[in-house]
């Protein structure tokens, strides 16, 4: 069974940084895109970085580019979200999520299968 374990939300004020780490159980990022959807209350989750399986392609919304990178380590099959320049409008639940499907690259929320437990981030101004 595959599980993704996050961590490192928490509270920063606005303009700093944060960075979070998921690590897969079960599961090779080496081979599986991932991506990391925020959700705010009452919101509905939102692709905001995505990163291939291989690498080569990352996407970000235009809401967080300059601000934030996906960068995976496939040694340590690990993916982070490095965050800074945070603004309050960041605030949210931020979950990662990887594509079940190998060796495919989808920036669509649907094309996720594997979801993290959710962690918080709350930017405050």
């Known amino acids: 069974q595959v599980q993704l374990v996050e961590s490192g939300g928490g509270l920063v004020q606005a303009g700093g940084s944060l960075r979070l780490s998921c690590a897969p159980l079960g599961l090779t990022f080496s081979r599986n895109s991932v991506a990391w959807f925020p959700q705010a209350p009452g919101k509905e989750r939102e692709i905001v970085p995505a990163i291939s399986w291989s690498g080569d392609s990352t996407y970000y919304a235009d809401s967080v580019k300059g601000r934030f990178t996906i960068p995976k380590d496939n040694v340590k099959n690990t993916m982070y979200l490095q965050m800074n320049s945070l603004k309050p409008e960041d605030t949210a639940v931020y979950y990662c999520?990887?594509?079940?499907?190998?060796?495919?690259?989808?920036?669509?929320?649907?094309?996720?299968?594997?979801w993290g437990q959710g962690t918080q981030v709350t930017v405050s101004s």
């Open positions: 999520a990887a594509d079940q499907r190998t060796y495919v690259f989808f920036v669509v929320a649907d094309a996720y299968d594997y």
